[in-house]
């Protein structure tokens, strides 16, 4: 409700819900439904699949630092995005941003399965990512590099830093069936990450296809991180941060962690834009902050409080 009512001009949470109903032609109406109403649903799906994404990947890695980019799909996303607004922006329709970032995340996620194979192992799939990764982003750096302007790079930059003005339903609808297909993927891995976390024999003697596990995850977080990405631009910290805050509550199973990672990611994103519009209404800053770099200020220094508070665990 917050989001729905904040913005240049305050409408009462009464207007927000009934105008576009009672009154649908009516500025604030059109306000709600056309510009606020897209912004706060693509907040709290978007956010969803980081948080949801960060706690399998780091439950099926066994690993706390595991963020969903490790499987190339949000480098492979806003590569397609950025060559989009590179060579097409003239001549597309607006929605072409979004479609080839999703493009480019499962052009990604299907480079990574032929490097490792069929039957690879979690090790196998995590350095394959890297090197995606890799390519992805010396890829991006060569657009950069070869724009035509400043305004280009400009607006390239921007984009990557990650955003959620001036998206409209066309965007969500764009997102969903991706982000839904990943969702449905995920839906019943908590069991498997369970056993996992006993080692991988250990689970394999429990009736746990740990491959099929793997691939299961890998290409839920393709579709969650590859649609988020491809429609926000690159937001990151939110699919590393959440999962560590929320562990504890879950009492450290991953299964369990799963739905809590998922409300938390979406909170976190929706707090996160409400915060980037509070500053802009205040006029603290020269121009608008973009809702990535309010995530990696708040995110960075989770980490280094995290570090500080390993290395005094390890030192006593």
Not at 93 to 104: D, E, I, K, N
Request: glycine letters at 10%; aromatic letters at 6%; one cysteine or more.
């Amino acid at each position: 409700m917050v989001s729905l009512c904040l913005g240049q001009q305050w409408i009462s949470p009464w207007q927000a819900l009934s105008l576009p109903f009672t009154d649908p032609d009516s500025v604030t109406a059109v306000i709600v439904r056309e510009i606020r109403l897209p912004r706060t649903l693509i907040a709290v799906i978007a956010g969803t699949s980081l948080g949801l994404s960060g706690a399998a990947m780091q439950g099926l890695l066994q690993n706390p630092l595991a963020s969903p980019g490790l499987v190339g799909s949000a480098s492979g996303a806003a590569l397609g995005a950025v060559t989009a607004l590179y060579f097409f922006s003239g001549v597309w329709h607006p929605q072409s941003v979004p479609l080839a970032g999703m493009l480019g995340a499962l052009t990604a996620t299907g480079l990574v399965y032929l490097l490792a194979g069929r039957d690879s192992s979690v090790s196998t799939l995590i350095l394959a990512g890297v090197a995606i990764n890799a390519l992805a982003a010396a890829l991006l750096s060569l657009l950069l590099n070869l724009a035509p302007s400043p305004f280009a790079v400009r607006e390239l930059v921007l984009w990557t830093l990650g955003d959620l003005a001036d998206r409209s339903l066309n965007d969500l609808w764009l997102m969903l069936p991706c982000t839904l297909a990943g969702w449905l993927l995920l839906a019943g891995v908590g069991r498997s990450l369970d056993a996992l976390t006993l080692g991988e024999r250990t689970a394999r003697s429990m009736g746990i296809n740990t491959y099929l596990t793997s691939w299961r995850i890998f290409i839920a977080v393709s579709l969650c991180v590859g649609a988020a990405v491809a429609t926000t631009g690159m937001i990151g910290f939110i699919g590393l941060v959440v999962p560590h805050l929320l562990r504890p509550l879950a009492n450290h199973q991953p299964g369990r962690l799963l739905p809590l990672a998922a409300l938390g990611g979406a909170l976190m994103l929706l707090t996160a834009d409400i915060g980037v519009r509070l500053i802009a209404l205040h006029g603290a800053l020269p121009v608008p902050l973009k809702v990535g770099v309010l995530t990696a200020l708040v995110g960075a220094p989770f980490f280094l409080i995290l570090i500080l508070r390993s290395r005094r665990n390890y030192l006593s």
